[in-house]
């Protein structure tokens, strides 16, 4: 049993090493652009024609 888990620990220990070894400016680019990506997907799903009418129609207006 002590193998096993032995072969655990270097398992674990591999990715972990694999995932620190990533740069955090790369981590932090790549954040980004998906933020960037999603803001450009929602705004596009925003100007749709169906929910500028449902906008619209509302009677109430929110109080901020």
Known sequence: ???KSSAEFENFDNVMGG????????LKKKLEAEK???AKH??????S???????SS???KRVA
């Open 1 to 3: 049993m002590k193998q």
């Open 58 to 60: 509302s009677s109430k």
């Open 42 to 47: 929602k705004k596009k799903r925003a100007t």
């Open 36 to 38: 960037r990506d999603k």
């Open 19 to 26: 995932l620190l070894a990533v740069p955090y400016s790369e």
């Open 49 to 55: 024609p169906a929910s500028s009418v449902r906008a």
